[in-house]
């Protein structure tokens, strides 16, 4: 089991100094926000993707893959009835695709609540069926370059588009595609009605769970509020987790180099006494 920080953590740092930061804390890898590394992350040269690629890999770091990946730029919508917004959106995710794979990254991470709302005023049925066949297209682009693309569910407050494992679950059967699946995110899955623990060992060995986020029901980083992760980290190791854990906090306190050096710590401790 990897442990690695999800970059915007450290997004006030150039990204040299994000990366020697994360090995020097003891991160396995890192998860990378494409809005942290441009404008237009999708476009970013490849001389640019090589430098990204290199800085990684000489610190002894693996790219975990790619997630927030509609952030940037802006106007991105699935849900959208605007052909034009949505041809762009698709666009953008399989310049990602590209981006992801040229990174050496393996998973796509398909949150982006903001850019699935429902618009006010539109038949929540045709808004649903207009996402689910964009996320189809991008992940035929995944499949094609030999990634995972992960539907993630967020919780209601954010958006009216997947708010379960569930029904994550549902829409990624009905794709089909072998390279689509969901992950778990323990901030989100605070909403889920079973507890997270239960839920990965529903959903784990089933092979619909590709990846895992980690982030307490505060928004902080594991350790800095009330959620335990040892069932957590308990119930991956049981199932034989081998992917990435990556820290997902989005509430950096006092700051973000401290919450990550607070996190490492934490999940580090969990897991050697868990191998005790």
Known sequence: MRIALCNEVLRELPFERQV?????????????????????????????????????????????????????????????????????????????????????????????PQQRRIPPGENASAARARAVDL???????????????????????????????????????????PAMRTMLDTCAAASEREPIAALIERWLPSGMLAHVQVNDRSERAPGQGSDDFAPVLGALRRCGYAGAVSVEPFRYEPDG????????????????????
């Open 135 to 177: 996320i189809a297209a991008a992940a035929e682009d995944a499949r094609a370059a030999g990634l995972v693309y992960c539907l993630e569910p967020q919780p209601p407050a954010k958006t009216e588009f997947v708010n379960s494992i569930a029904e994550a679950v549902e829409i990624v059967a009905a794709i089909g595609n």
């Open 257 to 276: 180099p401290t919450c990550a050096a607070r996190a490492i710590g934490y999940l580090r401790g969990i897991l050697a006494a868990l191998r005790a």
């Open 20 to 112: 020697d930061l994360a090995a020097r804390l003891g991160y396995d890898g890192l998860e990378l926000a494409p809005f942290t590394l441009d404008a237009e992350p999708h476009r970013l040269p490849a001389v640019e993707r090589r430098r990204i690629q290199r800085l990684i890999a000489d610190a002894g770091l693996q790219t975990v893959g790619l997630h927030w990946l509609l952030v940037a730029p802006a106007g991105l919508s699935i849900t959208s009835a605007d052909a034009v917004v949505r041809a762009r959106t698709l666009e953008v995710l399989r310049g990602l695709v590209g981006l992801c794979a040229d990174l050496g990254g393996r998973v796509m991470i398909h949150g982006s």
